[in-house]
């Protein structure tokens, strides 16, 4: 990938503001915020939309009525009937992916300029019935019912406690696990203490906080009108005066003995993440500048029955190879935080001479990262985490410190749920 003799460039990036589900954004769905910040990167950019040729977009939690999210995009916000979409879902690295396919489909020629991005939104996840409820009720929605049929349907659906709603778990289909019980094996495997975690918190919120307050997210963020009339302007979940006393008091959550917390874990989060990319001749050529360009990437996957949250340490190594690069030869890391405990233990791997010899057939350790170095602006674990929407936030957020402090590379790394770890090398254009 790194001497394609055409090359895709990141030209801008806009998202929404992140703000906790069943909150600000509860009335839009998940469409409705993908349209909020690919409109929203429109009118940043100035771009006349009918140049925009194809939509990739990732997601998580897809409506079930119209599950591919990026055409109906192009439908929404009135862009030439000819362009494109198609959504993508590769659990919370499906943003990541989504941008990446676009990158490759241009630097094959495919396209000149495309929109990537995702979008969740938790507060409108659909309640999922049991099978068996679903085989009662299917006769009577879908077919010609008789009186009978409506008496059979209620025999099978007696006593009636299963249409009752139930909290859903994230969770592994094949193992049962919740991702918070997989932060914990992980921890505990790692040697990662309660106090670490907390502390690592406490830095992401005071870091997503000084750029809060120093303009950094301010080329990024759109502001969002919601149905009643409200705007809605920032971040929602950051907290810049927490402290490791405050989040010291918080219970574990998923273990009586645990060392995971709310206050240590990414929360329930409601946004959307757009990026422009584009031929680097196209861009050029319209008189825009590029941020960044993409060096390399890699996708893998690990047992979940091991530790399924830990395929960034696999990840990421295989990109830094691809880039022809060593950790110590990149400027910044950006780790999605799902938990604390999960982004501690990666960098704790790639740190590890026992990990490189058992899992990267190397003889020595990746290499240990400075944390000065590490989500320089904060990350999931403060801003939050719409789980299709964050690869995209990484991408915008680092192609802009590139441009911005001059910069050369940026590594990103991503787990993702069904043990997949995924990564990517971006370098200043």
């Known amino acids: 990938m790194a001497s394609t003799a055409r090359r895709a460039v990141v030209v801008a990036g806009a998202r929404t503001p992140f703000v906790r589900a069943f909150t600000d954004f509860t009335r839009?769905?998940?469409?409705?915020?993908?349209?909020?910040?690919?409109?929203?990167?429109?009118?940043?950019?100035?771009?006349?939309k009918q140049l925009v040729q194809a939509i990739v977009w990732g997601g998580v939690i897809l409506p079930s009525a119209a599950p591919n999210i990026a055409r109906e995009i192009a439908l929404d916000l009135g862009f030439d009937p000819g362009c494109e979409g198609h959504t993508v879902t590769r659990a919370c690295a499906?943003?990541?992916?989504?941008?990446?396919?676009a990158a490759a489909a241009i630097e094959r020629g495919e396209y000149d300029v495309m929109i990537a991005g995702g979008s969740d939104s938790t507060s409108n996840?659909?309640?999922?019935?049991?099978?068996?409820?679903?085989?009662?009720?299917a006769p009577i929605a879908l077919g010609k019912p008789k009186p009978k049929?409506?008496?059979a349907a209620v025999r099978q659906l007696a006593p009636f406690t299963d249409i009752l709603p139930t909290r859903p778990k994230i969770a592994e289909r094949t193992t049962g696990e919740v991702m918070g019980e997989s932060a914990e094996k992980m921890a505990r495997i790692h040697g990662i203490g309660r106090a670490a975690q907390d502390e690592f918190a406490v830095r992401s919120h005071q870091r997503a906080a000084a750029a809060i307050a120093s303009g950094r997210f301010d080329a990024e963020v759109v502001p969002v009108t919601t149905p009643d009339g409200r705007t809605v302007t920032r971040d929602g979940l950051v907290r810049g005066d927490t402290s490791v006393e405050k989040l010291a008091r918080l219970k574990p959550v998923f273990a009586a003995d645990g060392t995971v917390t709310a206050g240590n874990a990414s929360p329930l989060t409601d946004g959307a993440s757009a990026v422009l990319l584009m031929s680097e001749e196209?861009?050029?050529?319209?008189?825009?500048?590029?941020?960044?360009?993409?060096?390399?990437w890699s996708y893998v996957s690990v047992d979940?029955?091991?530790?399924?949250?830990?395929?960034?340490?696999?990840?990421?190594?295989?990109?830094?190879?691809?880039?022809?690069?060593?950790?110590?030869?990149?400027?910044?890391?950006?780790i999605h935080e799902a938990f604390a405990a999960q982004t501690l233990s990666v960098l704790a791997a790639l740190a590890s001479d026992e990990w490189a010899k058992t899992r990267l057939d190397r003889e020595t350790a990746v290499g240990a990262v400075d944390p000065a170095r590490v989500n320089v602006h904060g990350g999931s674990v403060s801003l939050g985490h719409p789980f299709g929407a964050t690869g995209a936030r990484m991408v915008t957020t680092m192609a802009n410190e590139l441009a911005r402090t001059g910069a050369q590379t940026a590594l990103l790394g991503i787990c993702a749920a069904g043990g997949i770890g995924a990564?990517?090398?971006?370098?200043?254009?």
Do not use: C, N, W
Not at 125 to 137: D, R
């Open 125 to 137: 996840a659909e309640i999922k019935l049991p099978q068996h409820v679903v085989h009662a009720a």
């Open 282 to 296: 196209k861009a050029r050529e319209l008189g825009l500048t590029p941020l960044a360009a993409f060096r390399s």
């Open 28 to 48: 839009l769905d998940s469409i409705a915020l993908a349209d909020a910040a690919v409109g929203g990167l429109l009118e940043r950019t100035g771009l006349d």
């Open 423 to 429: 990564s990517a090398v971006l370098e200043r254009v």
């Open 304 to 334: 979940p029955t091991d530790q399924v949250l830990i395929g960034p340490a696999i990840s990421m190594p295989r990109a830094l190879d691809k880039a022809g690069l060593a950790l110590a030869d990149v400027d910044l890391v950006d």
């Open 94 to 101: 499906s943003g990541l992916q989504a941008v990446t396919t």
């Open 149 to 151: 049929d409506y008496l």
